[in-house]
């Protein structure tokens, strides 16, 4: 058979058509320490998850109904998982917020994501809050 005719026949790349939601699956392996700080966000307390890598910070539906439903903006960029999916945001907000019992605030973006549980810290907001180093290393030597 001829090359052409053998590519032709070949198995082709299998597209998924509809996007399933992406949920928050919480970790198999209870050793690993997921690293979790306080913050106030319209003076209002939450706990999120310090995620280096992201390059995003992401609150829940829920949380934001929690803040009064903050009017949302259109998202600037689209955002994908660690493992390439697509995530769904709603919109974007600003919002003053502060690290645990420090008294300063920040101005903060936010995105809204329908996945339940998604609410993570990211790199930019670690550094704008302060609150990234101090906290890893209290971790690593406890």
């Given at each position: 058979?001829?090359?052409?005719?053998?590519?032709?026949?070949?198995?082709?790349?299998?597209?998924?058509?509809?996007?399933?939601?992406?949920?928050?699956?919480?970790?198999?392996?209870?050793?690993?320490?997921?690293?979790?700080?306080?913050?106030?966000?319209?003076?209002?307390?939450?706990?999120?998850?310090?995620?280096?890598?992201?390059?995003?910070?992401?609150?829940?539906?829920?949380?934001?109904?929690e803040l009064?439903?903050p009017?949302?903006?259109q998202?600037q960029?689209?955002?994908?998982?660690?493992?390439?999916?697509?995530?769904?945001?709603?919109?974007a907000?600003?919002?003053?917020?502060k690290?645990?019992?420090?008294?300063?605030?920040?101005?903060?973006s936010?995105?809204?994501?329908?996945?339940?549980?998604?609410?993570?810290?990211?790199?930019?907001?670690?550094n704008?809050?302060?609150?990234?180093?101090q906290?890893?290393?209290?971790?690593?030597?406890?």
């Amino acid at each position: 058979m001829c090359q052409k005719k053998a590519r032709s026949k070949a198995q082709g790349v299998k597209w998924i058509d509809v996007l399933e939601m992406v949920k928050a699956a919480p970790c198999c392996n209870s050793e690993v320490q997921k690293l979790q700080v306080p913050i106030h966000i319209k003076r209002k307390a939450f706990t999120l998850e310090l995620d280096t890598a992201a390059s995003g910070n992401f609150i829940s539906t829920r949380v934001w109904t929690e803040l009064g439903k903050p009017k949302l903006k259109q998202a600037q960029w689209r955002y994908h998982s660690a493992s390439k999916h697509p995530l769904p945001i709603i919109g974007a907000f600003t919002a003053k917020a502060k690290y645990g019992n420090v008294s300063k605030s920040y101005p903060v973006s936010f995105l809204v994501s329908e996945i339940p549980d998604l609410n993570l810290l990211g790199w930019d907001a670690i550094n704008t809050l302060r609150t990234g180093v101090q906290y890893i290393r209290t971790l690593i030597s406890a």
